[in-house]
Nanobody, 127 residues
Framework: QVQLVESGGGLVQPGASLRLSCAASGRAFNYYPVAWSRQAPGKERDFVVGQDYTGSNIRYADSVKGRFAISRDNAKNTLYLQMNSLKPEDTAVYSC????????????????????WGQGTQVTVSS
């Protein structure tokens, strides 16, 4: 079992940056494909970025390419999402997730494929 806890959200102005963190319990997390997703009010949860367990294969949603970056610190069991040049349309609850398929080199683009989820952290971009 893996537990995920996100942090780092907040209220920022357009153009600002934020870094989200996702702290995981359990060493197995380091061997799972992972992702960040977001859900805006009244909308479905959307895939933002995902990577395989190695970190070599990464896929970004078109809406965040060139602005967001995913990274993982295995020593700290922590996943990060660096968000730059934030826009009002990035406003959402951001959640991290993991797929319970160790050593898998696939990137899962469908949020329904993910087995473990954090509670989410609110990101609001507004002037």
């Amino acid at each position: 079992q893996v537990q995920l806890v996100e942090s780092g959200g907040g209220l920022v102005q357009p153009g600002a940056s934020l870094r989200l963190s996702c702290a995981a319990s359990g060493r197995a997390f380091n061997y799972y494909p992972v992702a960040w997703s977001r859900q805006a009010p009244g909308k479905e949860r959307d895939f933002v970025v995902g990577q395989d367990y190695t970190g070599s294969n990464i896929r970004y949603a078109d809406s965040v390419k060139g602005r967001f970056a995913i990274s993982r610190d295995n020593a700290k069991n922590t996943l990060y999402l660096q968000m730059n040049s934030l826009k009002p349309e990035d406003t959402a609850v951001y959640s991290c997730a993991a797929v319970d398929r160790p050593y898998n080199v696939l990137v899962y683009l469908d949020v329904e494929d993910y087995d473990y989820w954090g509670q989410g952290t609110q990101v609001t971009v507004s002037s």
